[in-house]
């Protein structure tokens, strides 16, 4: 399979030859899913917390004698059938939300997405963005050169490429990553996808 290479005016300079195996595949719908509810439940800070009835507040004395009143018997305002009381069997933060996917799965789930990104024809080649330093104007002018200045945009490049990063994380709907952070939620959570030719290589070279 061919992609298109552009420059930073958004001027077709090439065409390189990509692995059908990591963009031409079928997409595989059910991979990408528990890939994706995988990497959303290890993003869950577990900070809930309920207090049982050893923690809540009061509650020391019995609230009246053991026989004799009529009443039932109570050993603590704070047990949970009291209103203030404590929680059975609530939250915690030891509570694990961890899911489990085999790393072929994984592997399957961000090729599937990224031959998508192919399919809808939602994918862009950069040789190099021609910014050498740090410069949110100069990082605008190129994306308006390719004209995705106004889309929920993915940009992928290489490390220590420290000077597109600066460029581009004030810029709103635009999120970019290392070629080794790719991830199936980002990849999916994006309307384009940009990629520069060293991160193409790079891709493929942990995915092939």
């Given at each position: 399979m061919k992609l298109?290479?552009?420059?930073?005016?958004?001027?077709?300079?090439?065409?390189?030859?990509?692995?059908?195996?990591?963009?031409?595949?079928?997409?595989?719908?059910?991979?990408?899913?528990?890939?994706?509810?995988?990497?959303?439940?290890?993003m869950?800070?577990?900070?809930?917390?309920?207090?049982?009835?050893?923690?809540?507040?009061?509650?020391?004395?019995?609230?009246?004698?053991?026989k004799g009143t009529g009443r039932a018997r109570q050993g603590s305002i704070r047990a949970p059938q009291w209103k203030g009381g404590g929680i059975v069997f609530g939250p915690t933060p030891e509570k694990n939300y961890l899911k489990h996917v085999n790393k072929k799965v994984r592997k399957l789930a961000i090729k599937s997405a990224l031959s998508l990104k192919v399919q809808d024809k939602n994918i862009m080649v950069i040789d190099q963005f021609g910014i050498y330093k740090p410069s949110t104007k100069a990082m605008v002018e190129v994306l308006n050169?390719?004209?995705?200045?106004?889309?929920?945009?993915?940009?992928?490049?290489?490390?220590?490429?420290?000077?597109?990063?600066?460029?581009?994380?004030?810029?709103?709907?635009i999120n970019i990553i290392k070629s080794t952070g790719i991830n199936i939620y980002d990849l999916l959570n994006s309307n384009k996808l940009l990629v520069t030719e060293e991160a193409i290589k790079a891709i493929e070279e942990v995915y092939a």
């Open positions: 298109q290479v552009l420059d930073a005016k958004g001027t077709s300079v090439k065409e390189i030859i990509v692995n059908d195996a990591i963009w031409g595949i079928a997409p595989h719908q059910q991979s990408m899913f528990d890939a994706v509810i995988a990497q959303q439940a290890a869950r800070q577990d900070t809930h917390k309920t207090k049982t009835r050893t923690e809540v507040s009061g509650g020391g004395r019995k609230p009246w004698r053991q050169n390719l004209k995705i200045n106004n889309e929920k945009l993915l940009i992928i490049t290489t490390e220590g490429d420290e000077i597109n990063f600066k460029s581009s994380r004030n810029i709103k709907k």
